[in-house]
Each structure stands twice: as structure tokens, then as C-alpha cells.
């Protein structure tokens, strides 16, 4: 990484949002997933029109129908990668996205994105955004936030009763406890390149996402405005993430 501060940026608006998609084996749930964040997206049309929305889902690996269940929203880009990694496969998504707004960090021609207006919203594929999630991250981010750390709720057809009793005693609704998820994460563009982007790591490429960011000054905000509904599997696609946290750290 060639510069590791993050520069206030809270007089530039945001003009682009990148929603970026890992995505591996999800052709159950990936259909529901790019359906919750297009209609995040026209509600954004609605309320922010002079900002631009793209997505993009990395199929990592994938074996089954993710791909052509993805390819099927015509307003998503789909990448197919072979790295085996979620890092991989978030890093992989934001340098396609940024690519395709024309986003570059100086030295700008005419008509192209300072990385300083761009803004990346993250989720995964077997999660739901809610209408207003995009608007939330806008909202924080012209307030002057560099990374807004939002909340996840897990589907609750998915878990036992008893895990249901457990999960709702550790949330409180209306404050965050700043829990780093993948699923509902965003941060601003030139914050994301001035730490070197997510690592090539198989687990928590989040969490040392923010940890990076955090040690070079950004400014972090906690919200669970926009609070995403993410899969109560306890069979993950990594080992470990939330649905280890499900099946193992919810009830210990």
C-alpha cells in the first residue's frame, strides 16, 4: 500500500455507489439477494438521482447455478473468479467496479470519478438489503463518515427457539454494537485504496479491513438503520463467519 492515512474527504458528496457481491455456491439464495439490493437501488434513483448505482457479483468457484441465476438481473455485472477466497472475490469486485465507473484517484480527464466520490457498499449473496440500505450509507458518508458498520439480522425460520432467544438478548434495536460484517459494510473509496483494499484472507477480510482503517484514522460510524437479514444457515460456505458464530459462539 503506498499511503496508509485516510484523508478527511467530507467536502466531496458521493456521486457513485459500487454494491459488491461475493458469491459461492448461492444459487438458492442469490436470486433473493440481487432482488433486495435492485430495489435498494431505485429507491436510491428516487431519493439521491445524481448518484450512479452499479453491482457486481463475484461467482467464486462456483459448481452450481449461481452464475446463471445472476446473469438473469440484467443490472448486474457477474465475474467469475477461481480464488477459493472471500477476500479474493470482495477485492476482485470493487476493482471491476471502480473500473466500470471510471473511478481513479488523480489525474482525472473529464467526466470521470475521484475515488473521493465514490462509495462501496458491501453485502454477500445470501443476504437481503432492505429499501433504504444504500440511502443510509449515503447519508452517514456525507455526514462524514469513511466507513459506516451496519448490522445483521439472521433469518429466523433458519434458527431454534432457543437461538432465537439468545440472538434477541445480545440486540438491543436502536444500538449497534459495532460487530465488523461482510454482509453490511461500506466505506468510502479512496478510505478502501489508502489501506491497500481487503486482503487475500479466507475468513475476516472484513474485520482487518476496519482494523486497518481504524489505525489510519478513518472515521467509522455504527448504524443498524439499515439493517440487512442475512441467512440462519449454520452450515457456511466458510469455516467459521456468522454461521459459525450461529452454531457455535450464539449459544456457548
Not at 500500500?1 to 455507489?17: E, F, I, K, L, Y
Amino acid at each position: 500500500m503506498s499511503d496508509s492515512t485516510v484523508r478527511p474527504t467530507t467536502t466531496r458528496p458521493v456521486r457513485a455507489v459500487a454494491v459488491v457481491v461475493p458469491a459461492h455456491d448461492e444459487e438458492e439464495l442469490v436470486s433473493r439477494a440481487l432482488d433486495g439490493i435492485d430495489l435498494a437501488r431505485r429507491h436510491t434513483a428516487r431519493t439521491h438521482p445524481e448518484v450512479g448505482v452499479v453491482v457486481v457479483l463475484v461467482a467464486d468457484a462456483c459448481t452450481d447455478g449461481t452464475v446463471a441465476a445472476a446473469r438473469a438481473h440484467p443490472r448486474v455485472t457477474v465475474v467469475e473468479i477461481e480464488a477459493r477466497g472471500v477476500g479474493v472475490a470482495r477485492a476482485v469486485g470493487v476493482d471491476v467496479a471502480l473500473d466500470e465507473l471510471g473511478a481513479a484517484s488523480d489525474g482525472l480527464p473529464s467526466g470521470d470519478l475521484s475515488l473521493d466520490a465514490v462509495w462501496l457498499a458491501c453485502t454477500d449473496a445470501d443476504s437481503v438489503v432492505p429499501p433504504g440500505w444504500i440511502d443510509d450509507q449515503l447519508d452517514r458518508a456525507d455526514a462524514g463518515a469513511d466507513v459506516v458498520i451496519g448490522t445483521v439480522r439472521p433469518d429466523f425460520a433458519d434458527l431454534s427457539p432457543r437461538q432465537i432467544a439468545a440472538w434477541t438478548a445480545r440486540h438491543t434495536p436502536g444500538r449497534p454494537n459495532g460487530h465488523v460484517h461482510g454482509a453490511n459494510l461500506g466505506v468510502r473509496a479512496s478510505s478502501y485504496r489508502a489501506v491497500g483494499g481487503f486482503a487475500p484472507v479466507d475468513l475476516h477480510e472484513d474485520n482487518v479491513l476496519v482494523d486497518r482503517l481504524r489505525d489510519a484514522g478513518a472515521t467509522l460510524v455504527a448504524s443498524d438503520v439499515g439493517e440487512v437479514l442475512t441467512s440462519g444457515r449454520r452450515d457456511g460456505r466458510t469455516s467459521g463467519g456468522y454461521a459459525g458464530y450461529l452454531a457455535v459462539d450464539l449459544l456457548a
